[in-house]
């Protein structure tokens, strides 16, 4: 298939990124209608959604009529058939590449890098293989493209049949783009799953930094002399899991949700005592309390100034701003007083749930899936082994069926956290389990104590894989509902490991290489295989792999 033959149709192509969704709203005026009510959502990430007046951006956009003069000719034949090149080099076959690749890339991120980055992509891999995240939305794309696949395999086209077996995806942007696409794969129901590799253009980059790609990108990756050598690190890069966590909000009203990030979907309740339901998935975090205040801050100015948040590190720096004045230093609450935590150890029918006791000094409650948050840090404490056997903890990692619940105390301990000042400090270590509820109330105070006032709504902040959200949550008493989140793995998506060539720092590839090490004394990955729930053990660990034979077939 040519790289003309999967051009998106311009019907597809989506006209209006930001808009406001109507549901559930206590004031319908039809008995027996829906309620509605009004919250705003963006249909993508904020990172691809923002507003960009950078000059170089604007040029690039121009340039989206790249023609490839080398790779085709005015028939849009290659100039030269592999047929006559077979045997000259190593991978050339007969119109089969080693590893089929597409890209969606978010060119507004990385400062000046994006523009450049997706001109140099369109010169390399053709017009027809490169999709820009601002004009053509990853479901439309996907969907069209696996529908030409197995239109032609049907036909029996054995090129189509490889290609949508063996298709890569790289990812080109910050980690909201990453899961984005990952959200998008499985929503589709794509069989098998696409790998997805990583090319690091956000803040924090950590689903990049822990399967291998780096925590930013690095000029030289693009230049003339590197680009083959970049470009075949994704083609030899093996496929890893990566566990997906179901979410789900259930409030006792509609209205308290006034806002939400765009992987989330506002639903109608079918339960007792349930207004409305909430649920999405996550791969990095999932967090309530101060940490995701300072991110809303941040959020809210990239929103209003654009140009403010113009760089990685004037990001980070910004980070830092709001997360001194966000109450870490003076006057915050402890969480306790309007939180709940419970945990199930393990999944399966048998297990039950505890209940978990959450220190007064938590100002912010993590969930981790990946051992790397806000850009390389470590707030479980991987080098502290000796307390985390004690208490009975694995080492985690991110395909292990489990979630590490930690929490972040004063200011003082967030920020020697933060910086990482040595490994023996880290987040207050809480759980280690396969699924998390949290019940969330103003003016409950816990069990120690009055934490708001009682009959008046509260607000908390939460973020879902750096997507944060201001979260309105019910007064507190006797008879009334609390607001519940509730956590389980639901199943694995397929990430590109670059294990042979980890890239950054000595401190991010000791990070990365956890997962190589982790990876090699597993069982080995099939490729085409999808790892489902059900075939883990108590501990998450895959049991029976699903092989895919090169009919298209599946056997244990």
Not at 3 to 26: K, N
Not at 89 to 100: D, I, M, N, S, Y
Not at 505 to 534: I, Q, Y
């Amino acid at each position: 298939m040519s790289a003309a033959e999967i051009q998106l149709p311009v019907s597809q192509v989506p006209e209006v990124h930001d808009y406001e969704v109507g549901r559930l709203d206590p004031t319908a005026a039809k008995p027996g209608e829906p309620h509605r009510v009004a919250y705003k959502q963006h249909d993508a990430p904020d990172e691809v959604v923002a507003f960009s007046n950078e000059s170089e951006y604007k040029e690039y956009r121009q340039l989206t009529d790249l023609r490839e003069p080398y790779q085709f000719s005015k028939g849009r034949r290659p100039n030269i058939p592999a047929d006559y090149l077979v045997g000259t080099k190593r991978f050339v076959g007969l119109q089969l590449a080693e590893a089929p690749l597409i890209v969606f890339i978010n060119a507004k991120s990385g400062g000046r890098v994006g523009p450049r980055l997706a001109t140099v992509l369109f010169h390399a891999l053709g017009q027809g293989q490169v999709f820009d995240l601002a004009d053509q939305r990853p479901a439309p794309v996907l969907k069209t493209l696996w529908e030409n696949l197995l239109a032609r395999e049907a036909e029996g086209d054995k090129r189509a049949a490889h290609i949508r077996r063996n298709m890569r995806i790289l990812a080109a942007g910050g980690d909201g783009t990453v899961t984005w696409i990952l959200k998008t794969i499985h929503d589709l129901g794509l069989d098998p799953m696409p790998a997805v590799g990583v090319m690091p253009l956000g803040t924090g980059n950590d689903l990049s930094l822990s399967f291998g790609w780096g925590n930013m990108f690095l000029n030289k990756w693009i230049r003339a002399q590197s680009l083959y050598h970049t470009l075949k690190r994704f083609a030899d890069a093996e496929v890893g899991h990566l566990d997906a966590w179901r979410i789900n909000i259930a409030a006792p009203a509609a209205d308290l949700f006034h806002e939400l990030p765009h992987s989330l979907q506002l639903n109608q309740a079918s339960k007792a005592g349930v207004a409305a339901e909430v649920t999405g998935c996550f791969w990095n975090y999932f967090s309530v309390g101060l940490d995701a205040e300072a991110a809303y801050g941040f959020h809210r100015l990239r929103e209003a100034k654009p140009w403010a948040a113009s760089s990685r590190l004037t990001n980070q720096a910004w980070y830092s701003f709001f997360s001194c004045t966000s109450g870490w230093f003076c006057g915050a609450a402890p969480l306790v007083n309007k939180l709940r935590l419970r945990v199930k150890d393990r999944a399966g029918g048998g297990a039950e749930w505890r209940e978990v006791e959450v220190p007064r000094s938590v100002r912010a409650l993590v969930l981790l899936n990946l051992q790397s948050y806000g850009g390389g840090r470590d707030l479980w404490g991987l080098s502290d082994d000796r307390l985390m056997k004690e208490k009975g903890f694995v080492d985690p990692i991110f395909d292990d069926g489990l979630i590490e619940v930690v929490g972040l105390g004063s200011g003082w301990h967030t920020a020697l956290v933060m910086g990482q000042v040595t490994s023996k400090l880290h987040a207050v270590r809480l759980a280690q389990c396969a699924a998390v509820e949290l019940e969330l109330a103003s003016g409950s105070g816990g069990k120690r104590g009055a934490g708001g006032v009682k009959d008046e709504t509260g607000l908390t902040h939460m973020q879902l894989d750096g997507e944060p959200w201001a979260q309105q949550i019910p007064a507190a008493g006797e008879g009334r509902q609390p607001l519940r989140v509730h956590v389980s793995c639901e199943y694995q998506s397929r990430m590109l490991f670059n294990s042979d060539d980890i890239q950054g720092g000595l401190r991010v590839k000791r990070l990365a290489k956890r997962g190589a090490l982790k990876k090699t004394n597993s069982l080995k990955d099939v490729e085409g295989a999808s790892v489902p729930v059900s075939t883990r053990t108590e501990h998450g660990s895959t049991v029976v792999p699903t092989v895919v034979t090169e009919d298209g077939s599946a056997s244990a």
